[in-house]
């Protein structure tokens, strides 16, 4: 499947909120699409945090374009240069006050590569410690609590967990711990 | 968990293709943020079609702003006064050709509530048929294929069907199937 040629592109806004490009595209057919829009997002991440017991740790905000108050994942948008684990944990600091001794890079997803050029970071987070407050920017208002994984499943089916780049992090992330005990128990019946 | 007040609302870009605007807000502790950038999206629509041996139906498109061919589920735009059922049934005859006889509202998820208004609406089609060819747009160069479900989650992991927001209507959709298969084993132990 042959890709399109972009045969020029102009920025429509480009500030430190948002970078949007309205683009001349070339398609394999010799189709020309004019303007094809892009947004050129940083990268994002998305911090899965599970306490001792298998909680969840959820960030609550209000997110004005949806007009909703979300439950989400804690993460946010990975600065630049900015490592992703380094993002991940500052962003949990940040939001949630927390930190973690052990960390697992799960995998990348792009957020909507039809039209935006990043991808989600999904990082699992464990062995926590409450280490210090919130540090939020002055437009943020986010509650925290950890929450049981089955009561975020029931979250999702009635709508209280409902953006959908998180509900494909909180997902992708069981399925990793599943994955991983699999492999632990696969491991413990050879030895 | 107070909400903000939009002040005003300005156009930057409208057209057929999208609809960005630049708000001025003001946050419950007085804060004003200006501009605050929405994206003033239509609803999406994404349909999870199954054959009778539970394989299901993806497609695959090169995607312009991720550079990447992406495996999918069928979907796309829900047209302005359109069922999101109708809008799931054309979508997927258009992209596949395929029409099913029973069809499973199975929820909405935010694509991303921070900065979109829309939501992505997920439809469970079973009982399907081969019923015409694909009718796509010029722009479109879609294939089609059945893949096992266990495929789709390895494929996941290995980054061939990466993007979020179908990620999290597949696995929400599994979720939708188990607690059906559940429910039926429950009337079955009843009766």
């Given at each position: 499947m042959r890709r399109w040629k972009c045969l020029s592109s102009t920025d429509v806004v480009k500030d430190r909120w948002l970078r949007l490009s309205a683009d001349r595209c070339e398609l394999p057919s010799g189709l020309i699409l004019d303007?094809?829009?892009?947004?050129?997002?940083?990268?994002?991440?998305?911090?899965m945090a599970m306490d001792a017991v298998g909680d969840i740790l959820v960030v609550r905000q209000y997110r004005y374009a949806g007009n909703a108050v979300c439950t989400e994942?804690?993460?946010?948008?990975?600065?630049?240069?900015?490592?992703?684990?380094?993002?991940?944990?500052?962003?949990?600091?940040?939001?949630?006050?927390?930190t973690a001794a052990k960390w697992d890079y799960v995998g990348w997803l792009f957020a909507n590569p039809a039209r935006q050029t990043n991808k989600v970071h999904l990082l699992l987070a464990q062995e926590l410690s409450p280490s210090s407050s919130q540090a939020l920017d002055a437009s943020e208002d986010i509650e925290f609590e950890f929450l049981p994984m089955d009561y975020i499943q029931q979250?999702?089916?009635?709508g209280h967990f409902s953006q959908a780049l998180h509900v494909a992090s909180f997902y992708r992330a069981l399925n990793f711990l599943a994955m991983r005990r699999d492999a632990s128990l696969t491991l413990r019946s050879i030895y």
């Open positions: 303007p094809y829009y892009v947004l050129h997002d940083a990268e994002w991440v998305h911090v994942l804690p993460g946010g948008i990975v600065d630049a240069g900015e490592d992703v684990l380094i993002a991940a944990q500052r962003e949990l600091a940040e939001e949630t006050g927390y979250a999702i089916e009635t």
